[in-house]
């Protein structure tokens, strides 16, 4: 409910930013922005339209540049990037997390990119290059590089009177990483062993070398199952030799996890997760258009079935009547299986282990829910048309299509898995597409078989 009204809240501001923007009240407008946090200043942004993004950037405090630059979608990112000089992004730049850092300059033109780099002191640069040298979606791509190291041999009280000269922690610290004079990673101590400990323990007794370090090239999907199953907050990153490279922390994989959710939806409708709402007409229909072409290719598969046994239709209009249900049917069982098995897959609930398992629960799943389907359309149709036949036809075919949909919906998204295809932006054409051609062909050519 907070949530709700929270969000009521910020467009309630927007609509007296949109006001004042066009009577020109720009003091106006910078009063209303500040003291917003930069999850709402983003918010503010991504509910805006094209044309008044520059504007209000422009109003918000330099000094929030970067942490709103944080909590923006990519493509609203990318438009507010176009306006900033390589050397002013440099300076958003030194307040933001190094992962953060690497994220925007992924999206920059290669010579913007560079450019960037060189604006930055050697220290940063050094920092950023070392994640940018991991695949985006890896855990060396998302850590961040600013961590506090402890060597073994030192005690407790050397530790705390660095911490007091050091000031302030890296945020969502819980934890400090040992290493030895080769930056080898030994193990964790925990922030509360360290000051509940005696000054003169020495930080080997303290050492908890059960905690698991995530190799650098493990997918970020992975990285979020291993902090759900072990309830971390942060996690070490060492390379393949075991030097310890960074960390990853709880607010990163809450990233990740909300990134896959939406990736997960938007798929499904076969649209980019990071589309902007408030995108150019023009280029909303370019990103639009192409998946609109691969569903009009499935649907003309369909009407190709369809056309197939078009002299039945002129025998029998009541089929032209009823053809349509028997696909619209399938596709939906067939696009609930799609969306259990994908989950499955995303929870890392689903593997070979399991897959035949599965696949024989759906099928059995499909086959009931099309007797019990078949039955009820059946008498349905036959007391309408007083047609036993035409009942019998209809309840086959539901049945057929039923049982494919349960089939397809399982095997469609491992085959595309294994061919490196993500099952949510695939796996909803090729499911519809199997169940109008399998409930079509099944329908019309057992009516063509026992009705002519």
Avoid: C
Wanted: charged share 20%; no cysteine; aromatic share 6%.
């Amino acid at each position: 409910m907070s949530e709700i009204l929270e969000q009521e809240n910020i467009h309630q501001t927007l609509h007296q930013v949109n006001e004042a923007l066009d009577s020109g009240m720009f003091v106006y407008v910078r009063k209303l922005l500040q003291g917003m946090s930069a999850y709402d200043l983003a918010l503010m942004l991504e509910s805006s339209t094209a044309r008044s993004r520059p504007v209000l950037w422009q109003l918000i405090d330099i000094e929030h540049h970067g942490e709103v630059l944080e909590e923006l979608n990519e493509e609203v990112r990318k438009g507010i990037l176009q306006s900033m000089r390589p050397e002013k992004l440099a300076a958003v730049a030194e307040g933001m997390d190094v992962d953060d850092i690497a994220e925007v300059l992924r999206t920059l033109p290669n010579g913007v990119y560079r450019e960037v780099l060189n604006s930055m002191d050697s220290q940063d640069r050094s920092r950023v290059e070392t994640a940018l040298s991991f695949e985006e979606d890896t855990a060396g791509g998302i850590m961040n590089t600013d961590t506090i190291t402890l060597r073994p041999e030192v005690s407790v009280d050397v530790v705390l009177r660095y911490l007091r000269l050091k000031g302030q922690l890296p945020e969502a610290t819980d934890s400090f990483y040992v290493v030895d004079r080769n930056n080898f990673f030994i193990g964790a101590v925990s922030l509360a062993a360290i000051i509940t400990a005696q000054p003169n323990i020495i930080i080997s007794t303290l050492i908890n070398a059960e905690v698991e370090a995530v190799q650098a090239d493990m997918d970020e999907q992975e990285v979020a199952q291993l902090f759900e199953r072990h309830d971390w907050f942060s996690a070490p990153i060492v390379d393949q030799s075991g030097h310890l490279l960074g960390r990853i922390t709880i607010d990163d994989v809450i990233d990740i996890i909300r990134e896959n959710a939406e990736h997960s939806m938007m798929s499904m409708a076969g649209l980019d997760d990071e589309a902007d709402t408030f995108a150019p007409v023009i280029q909303s229909t370019k990103q639009r258009s192409l998946w609109l072409g691969v569903n009009l290719i499935t649907a003309l598969l369909a009407v190709a079935v369809t056309s197939m046994f078009e002299g039945i239709f002129q025998q029998l209009a009541i089929l032209a009547v009823l053809n349509s249900l028997v696909p619209s049917m399938g596709g939906v069982a067939g696009n609930q299986t799609l969306t259990l098995v994908i989950r499955g897959m995303a929870l890392g609930h689903v593997g070979d282990s399991n897959a035949r398992a599965l696949l024989n629960k759906e099928v059995a799943i499909g086959f009931l829910n099309g007797v019990i389907w078949a039955l009820l359309i059946a008498t349905f149709v036959s007391i309408w048309k007083q047609d036993l036949m035409l009942g019998g036809v209809i309840a086959f075919a539901m049945l057929m299509n039923m049982t494919a949909a349960g089939l397809a919906g399982v095997s469609i998204p491992l085959m595309l898995k294994r061919l490196n295809i993500d099952p949510a932006l695939a796996g909803s054409v090729i499911i519809t597409t199997v169940t109008d051609v399998v409930g079509i062909f099944a329908f019309l050519g057992t009516a063509t078989i026992l009705l002519t």
